[in-house]
T-cell receptor, first 115, second 110 residues
Framework: DTEVTQTPKHLVMGMTNKKSLKCEQH?????MYWYKQKAKKPPELMFV???????INESVPSRFSPECPNSSLLNLHLHALQPEDSALYLC??????????????FGPGTRLLVL | AQSVTQPDIHITVSEGASLELRCNYS??????LFWYVQSPGQGLQLLLK??????LVQGIKGFEAEFKRSQSSFNLRKPSVHWSDAAEYFC????????FGTGTRLTVIP
């Protein structure tokens, strides 16, 4: 089973709202990732968690706040977003984080629209 | 620095025809190489990967890719395309992190 699940599938929020994206995997993976993908562009890495600790933050604005409560769950808390933050947010996981030398499995994504 | 180039933004093929999607990478060491497919509005599905060993790699859905070190290429091939193969295809290199090419959109015509 190589399934990564993400909820919600779609999210519309105002610039003053607070919302959260959720990602879950039950493959025993110890690394989890958040990517942002704008239309007709490749995914861009935002965060990497390894063994529930934040290992990489690719200079993401503080209005995005990741959280890894346990090894199976990854959240992305959103606050005071801008319309340009509208995108598909992808979660991925891998057995471990080995600086690119790992196979990442992606979820279906959450399509976010900020009004 | 690492980079991935997919020179074809959009390719159209007839159903049943063969397919080759190009990917060139730049990296100082031997990279890990991946091909992912993304249907509209969906996440990415791993088609195949190359880490080492046999340079011809078999993947899911009848796809294969060949690693050519001398050409810094990792082209994706399929002998006979099905209408359901229409999607966006991303080549990626694993080097420090996972870096994606800009993608190739495949259209399949009947």
């Amino acid at each position: 089973d190589t399934e990564v699940t993400q909820t919600p599938k779609h999210l519309v929020m105002g610039m003053t709202n607070k919302k959260s994206l959720k990602c879950e995997q039950h493959m025993g993976h110890r690394a989890m990732y958040w990517y942002k993908q704008k239309a007709k562009k490749p995914p861009e890495l935002m965060f990497v968690y390894s063994y529930e600790k934040l290992s990489i933050n690719e200079s993401v604005p503080s209005r995005f706040s990741p959280e890894c409560p346990n090894s199976s769950l990854l959240n992305l808390h959103l606050h005071a977003l801008q319309p340009e933050d509208s995108a598909l947010y992808l979660c991925a996981s891998s057995q471990a984080w080995t600086s690119g030398y790992e196979t990442q499995y992606f979820g279906p994504g959450t399509r976010l629209l900020v009004l | 620095a690492q980079s991935v180039t997919q020179p074809d933004i959009h390719i159209t093929v007839s159903e049943g025809a063969s397919l080759e999607l190009r990917c060139n990478y730049s990296y100082g060491a031997t990279p890990y190489l991946f091909w992912y497919v993304q249907s509209p509005g969906q996440g990415l599905q791993l088609l195949l990967k190359y880490f080492s060993g046999d340079t011809l790699v078999q993947g899911i859905k009848g796809f294969e890719a060949e690693f050519k070190r001398s050409q810094s290429s990792f082209n994706l091939r399929k002998p006979s395309v099905h209408w359901s193969d229409a999607a966006e295809y991303f080549c990626a290199v694993g080097a420090n992190n996972l870096f994606f090419g800009t993608g190739t959109r495949l259209t399949v015509i009947p």
